[in-house]
């Protein structure tokens, strides 16, 4: 909660991602709030009023998870409205066709975006949530300490510089 709340005010790219994290980690926990208490919330250092509110928070998400079917998977809809409102944005970026450094950064994560896209279950979601995923995919292969090819590295650069240009521009337009 503490974490989400800044994160969404300084980069809803890395919201996003830290959401998509929190939605596994109540998955793994079994949707029940006592677990997460013991394995999550009973981590931090706060007063117990902000664990009742951490605690209050993450039943909030689990309620829309099981009201919103995604128990097992998927995202809640309000991470995939933001998801939209992204692919929009940067969508309507390249239409207008007159900001040729967005669509230069674009550009060289197109090719590494579409290797993505063959190579995954999402085949079907637009670039941008090809990206995120692609993103959330390499934060828990580094979790994990898995090895990491020097040529998805680079690949990933190019995912990372468009999704960082887009979360920025989004941040600009919310203030």
Request: glycine share 4%; hydrophobic share 35%; net charge negative.
């Amino acid at each position: 909660m503490i974490i989400a709340e800044q994160k969404r005010k300084e980069n809803i790219a890395e919201y996003l991602l830290y959401m998509y994290q929190v939605e596994d980690m109540i998955r793994a926990n079994e949707l029940d709030i006592d677990n997460i208490e013991k394995t999550l919330i009973n981590r931090f250092d706060v007063s117990y009023e902000v664990k009742q509110d951490m605690r209050e928070w993450y039943k909030s998400l689990i309620a829309m998870m099981r009201n919103e079917q995604k128990e097992e998977k998927g995202h809640l809809n309000i991470l995939n409205n933001i998801a939209d409102q992204l692919h929009e944005m940067h969508h309507q970026i390249l239409e207008q066709g007159m900001d040729t450094s967005y669509k230069e950064t674009f550009n060289r994560a197109k090719a590494n975006i579409e290797a993505l896209r063959m190579r995954s279950v999402y085949g079907k979601e637009n670039d941008i949530q090809v990206a995120l995923n692609g993103l959330y995919g390499l934060l828990i292969l580094k979790l994990k300490k898995t090895p990491i090819t020097e040529e998805t590295t680079k690949a990933f650069e190019t995912i990372t510089g468009l999704v960082a240009e887009l979360s920025s521009r989004y941040m600009e337009g919310t203030r």
